[in-house]
């Protein structure tokens, strides 16, 4: 079936640039999503790709997509205390459809 | 942004008892709604998906008859636990996706805050 894969942990100095990966088994995904979810809280959709760009930029937010190697990657530069938080890879083949999510990557940043 | 609004935010209740969990698409029109559960420190899966005027499709190991939905208007989905037991413990999450005129669909689905449900 289909599945979505992320390393679980990531710690980063304030300041410094963090980059979470994320690789998805399923080669018709279409949709490619980064949600961040603070503790307690709902998801909070950060960006999206399609699958036919290659990276997309968004002010402190950089999604690199491989589609070749089913990668994709969510850079946040000049990371702050703030940003520290689980982020969830997510994909769909079809708009709208549910999403596939990966168990979340946790991000701490520590001052 | 569109913004989906669930109640109860928490919401601690005795075994054996009901529990209902709404799940509102406040400035837009949701067609279909999703539930997802969430352990803690593991991510999101998929209970149900939840169509205006019709029945949810389950995802297997889902059980319907313990987790009811329905989904009567086109702004407001209803999660039901039934007879609720320690273990349905967890954060129940709705999501909803919206239907834009004028504005090219992204596949985006915007979710709640979540309820967090306690079963002593």
């Known amino acids: 079936g289909e599945d979505v894969e992320q390393s679980l942990f990531l710690s980063v100095r304030e300041g410094d640039s963090s980059v979470i990966n994320c690789t998805y088994t399923d080669s018709s995904s279409t949709y490619l999503y980064w949600y961040k979810q603070e503790p307690g809280a709902g998801l909070q959709l950060l960006t999206y790709i399609f699958s036919n760009m290659d990276m997309k930029q968004d002010q402190r937010l950089t999604v690199l997509l491989n589609k070749k190697d089913k990668h994709l990657s969510l850079r946040i530069a000049d990371t702050q205390t703030g940003d520290s938080a689980i982020y969830f890879c997510?994909?769909?083949?079809?708009?709208?459809?549910?999403?596939?999510f990966g168990k979340g990557t946790t991000l701490s940043v520590s001052s | 942004g569109a913004v989906v609004s669930q109640h109860p935010s928490w919401v601690i209740c005795k075994s054996g008892t009901s529990v209902k969990i709404e799940c509102r698409s406040l400035?837009?029109?949701?067609?279909?709604m999703f539930w997802y559960r969430q352990f803690p420190k593991q991510s999101l899966m998929l209970m149900a998906t939840s169509n205006e005027g019709s029945k949810a499709t389950y995802e297997q190991g889902v059980e319907k008859d313990k987790f009811l939905i329905n989904h009567a208007s086109l702004t407001l989905s209803t999660l039901t636990v039934t007879s609720a037991h320690p273990e349905d413990s967890s954060f129940y999450i709705c999501?909803?996706?919206?239907?834009?005129?004028?504005?090219?669909?992204?596949?985006?689905?915007?979710f709640g805050e979540g309820s967090r449900l306690t079963v002593l």
């Open positions: 400035d837009f029109q949701a067609t279909t």
């Open positions: 999501s909803a996706r919206a239907i834009m005129l004028g504005r090219m669909n992204t596949g985006e689905l915007f």
């Open positions: 997510a994909e769909t083949h079809q708009a709208g459809t549910a999403l596939i």
